[in-house]
């Protein structure tokens, strides 16, 4: 693993002014595989930022400036801490921070990467602001598909973690989207391509529930 760089706990916005400031953005989100993504994540960076650029300057209130909002991925050669550490220099723009609180995943705040982040959220701190029983059941119910897919393939189940994260995954966005009244997604591979076992596939579980719409999408 790669040493974070970045600004220092102290220099990063949490709690409440986190989260004023949280309101003020155009959330910019990304999503794809972790280290395991065999590309090179300055190409992929390059890709998505000629896409977002021309969608995120047509947008109809220009004025917020973008955040490009991560999950806590320790930072890797590859995979999505890579591509969003690139991607957030192509973009010129800064970034906020969502994770996990310790007492689901204590090694996910310790080990989040924090180059370039002004703001900081624990995701106790979104659900407030979405139904956590509805996407928790819509999860839920799509876990039991994959597993049951899984099973009859002669595969194991999807490892436990998989809940936890598709719920920041969906909750991240959903509030995000609550808060600020807008958001942009973009995924780092083509849909088609997004494998169904995978964290990233839970974006259907939020199309469904209607969180945010396919226009969000880059």
Do not use: C, W
């Amino acid at each position: 693993m790669i040493s974070p760089t970045g600004p220092t706990a102290a220099a990063i916005l949490t709690g409440s002014a986190a989260m004023t400031a949280f309101k003020g953005i155009h959330p910019l989100i990304i999503e794809g595989m972790g280290a395991y993504d065999p590309r090179d994540p300055s190409r992929v960076a390059s890709r998505l930022a000629s896409a977002l650029k021309t969608r995120l300057d047509a947008r109809i209130d220009g004025t917020k400036p973008v955040l490009l909002i991560t999950q806590g991925d320790p930072l890797a050669e590859r995979g999505i801490s890579a591509i969003t550490r690139a991607l957030a220099t192509e973009l010129n723009v800064q970034r906020g921070l969502v994770v996990l609180d310790p007492e689901v995943a204590d090694y996910h705040t310790r080990d989040a990467d924090r180059e370039n982040t002004i703001l900081e959220l624990k995701y106790s701190e979104l659900l407030e602001y979405v139904d956590e029983e509805r996407i928790e059941a819509a999860v839920d119910e799509a876990l039991g598909r994959k597993n049951n897919d899984r099973l009859g393939r002669g595969e194991k189940e999807l490892a436990s973690y998989y809940k936890d994260f598709a719920m920041l995954q969906e909750v991240t966005k959903a509030a995000s989207k609550t808060l600020t009244g807008e958001i942009t997604i973009a995924h780092t591979q083509l849909k088609e391509e997004i494998s169904e076992f995978s964290v990233t596939s839970f974006y259907k579980v939020g199309l469904d529930l209607e969180l945010y719409k396919e226009e969000d999408f880059v």
